[in-house]
């Protein structure tokens, strides 16, 4: 067996090691603890103090000083009414209260599907103070393949499901990836969606979904290089937020988008699906 590069394998450490940090941010996705839609009249949610309401185009708070509510963005306390204005699929973090320094708890105000509504993001639950990093399987340079990007020649809006089956999203394809796989006879081809200054991300379905990975995972790429050559490298296959908490509304494959090969590189699942809400 071919001895593995040490450079390669410490960048890939490098990645996760960052990729792990990310994560444990304080209010980031693993602090996430209720996603709950905003009603026509003002009404308590929870998990939050306060009464909520939205008029389809604005959010509207109103608190007393009991309720310890402050503005993230100020620290101002919020006495009173207060309101805010979204575009789909835009979020503010918006107030919080708390803990020893009243921003233990932060609301996200945010809009999905022309909609309202609250996620709590705790940093004392259990799924961000508990957090160890997420198990992957073991960096092995057969999974870094090189493949070429075919663009469109217009982005194409493909309908698709999400994390949250009542919000539904869109897959802005701009071209196709065409690879090969170790262990497979034959190409695949799967959609992908730019990122800032012309990077990709593919999202993608395969045969270790539900067994040792979450039921999808997404892959970063770098730029097209001028030949449309692009690098695939699977070991740095992440999940979703939603693999770690069932708040999230994060976007399913497009229908093509699955392998049908058991891709055993980048992350794992982190936990039984059966542990959410324990």
Not at 42 to 59: C, I, M, Q, R
Not at 200 to 215: C, I, R, S
């Amino acid at each position: 067996m071919s001895t593995i590069p040490a450079a390669k394998v410490e960048r890939w450490q490098r990645f996760r090691d960052n990729r792990n940090k990310a994560l444990a941010t304080r209010h980031g996705w693993l602090t996430l603890t209720s996603f709950q839609w905003l009603e026509d009249s003002p009404a308590a949610v929870e998990l939050a103090p306060g009464l909520w309401s939205t008029d389809g185009t604005t959010a509207t708070l109103t608190a007393v000083p009991a309720d310890g509510l402050s503005l993230v963005e100020s620290g101002k306390p919020v006495h009173g009414t207060v309101s805010a204005a979204l575009a789909d699929e835009e979020s503010l973090m918006w107030v919080q209260f708390g803990g020893i320094d009243g921003a233990q708890i932060v609301v996200e105000l945010a809009m999905r599907g022309g909609r309202y509504a609250l996620r709590t993001r705790d940093a004392g639950s259990p799924v961000f103070t508990e957090f160890d990093g997420v198990p992957t399987y073991p960096y092995d340079p057969r999974w870094e393949v090189t493949g070429k990007f075919e663009p469109y020649p217009e982005p194409v809006d493909v309908p698709i499901a999400t994390a949250n089956p009542l919000v539904d999203g869109i897959h802005r394809t701009v071209g196709d990836v065409v690879f090969r796989l170790p262990g497979s006879g034959h190409e695949f081809r799967l959609q992908a969606e730019e990122e800032k200054l012309g990077a990709l991300t593919v999202t993608f379905h395969d045969e270790t979904n539900g067994d040792t990975t979450d039921d999808w995972r997404k892959l970063a790429l770098t730029r097209p290089r001028p030949d449309g050559s692009v690098v695939l490298d699977f070991n740095r296959a992440i999940n979703y937020p939603s693999a770690f908490t069932p708040y999230g509304t994060c976007p399913m494959p497009v229908k093509n988008n699955s392998l049908d090969i058991r891709v055993e590189a980048g992350e794992m699942q982190p936990y039984p699906p059966s542990d959410f809400g324990s």
